[in-house]
């Protein structure tokens, strides 16, 4: 018996294929595309055709049918290649898996297929602006209509890639839950529905992918955009949020892997005295220092997956929850000590590190915060009275 962990042959062949794709763009093409206000289209529709953006779909809708750790190796290895898919952690993985798992033959029929190939783009809204990290403070609110369809009203903040997606799913309250814990229900609303608008935020991060301001004045839904039941409660939210928490923790692991590789390359070239830069322990130790926590970071990651696949909901979540801790702390460290590595040429552009470091602080904030998670694993973990 071996007691050492392996992925599938699969999963191992799956990595390799995306790692050749994202080595085919690159961190140019990515930077490029930021610089000159453009979005990463031409890599985005590539990944559908050879459906890599597909493969936790179902297949009978287009799919691969495989698991939510399938698609998690996609987004490390695309960020390891330097053109990390934020809208991947939103699309196919939130939006995709409520879909997959709530929606109704008729709904499935008519949107996974092309989440699937890429060809449709989905966002995810959930924060609100006097809500921050307290989703029971949610206000947005559904109001049923007699004819079975719905008005929606509020506003959300801090959303990924309204401006390419086709749909919005909305979590909000319905009118006989304005009050009290959240009780979520699932909306998906086409981004060119009468009164629905959004602002870009300006932001200091480095991605083609924007934030949004989003508000929803009075905005007339037919009964189908629900998605799941009203009734349903927050399981149906947290089907999409584990799976976000996993991506999250694979998107920056990959980013973690390339300060990594790129402080490695110059620590074995730059030679300043008689040796290159990596022979002095000051430099080698926390570059082997990084090189473990983005395993030990990749390892929870699988864990979550795994979990997540077997169905064991609660373990996923804790287990979900750590990895995402555990991926944003590294790649924090990884991105500092790479810059560190460098000198004063982690500060120049054409190394491609400063770009990274204000997108990897963002992993320590989104899509839950470190402190969020520590409250988790304080109350459900170790059993401590909340804090909070």
Partial sequence: MTTAFAETEERRALRKAVADLGRKYGRDYFNAAYREGRKTSELWEEAGKLGYLGV??????????GEIGDLAAVCEE???????????????AIVG??????GTAEQKQRWLPGLADGTSTFAFSITEPDAGSNSHKIITTAYRQEDGGWRLSGG???????????HVLVVARTEDHKTGNLKPALFLVPTDTPGFTWQEIPMGIVSPEKQFTLFFDDVALPSDALIGSEDAGIEQLFAGLNPERIMAASFATGTARLALELATEYA??????KAPIGAHQAVAHPLAQTHIEIEL???????AAALYAAGDHMAAGEAANMAKYAAGEVVCTAVDRAIQTHGGNGLAEEYGLVQMLAGSRLSRIAPVSREMVLNFIAQFSLGLPKSY
């Fill in 156 to 166: 959300k903040t801090y959303i990924s890639g309204v401006d390419e997606a086709s």
């Fill in 268 to 273: 074995k070239t730059r030679q300043v005295w």
């Fill in 297 to 303: 970071a990749r390892l929870m990651t699988q864990k």
């Fill in 56 to 65: 936790a779909v179902p297949e009978e809708f287009g799919g691969g049918g």
């Fill in 97 to 102: 898996t409520i879909i997959a798992q709530y």
């Fill in 78 to 92: 695309l960020a390891a290649a330097g053109c990390p898919l934020l809208l991947m952690v939103v699309s196919p």
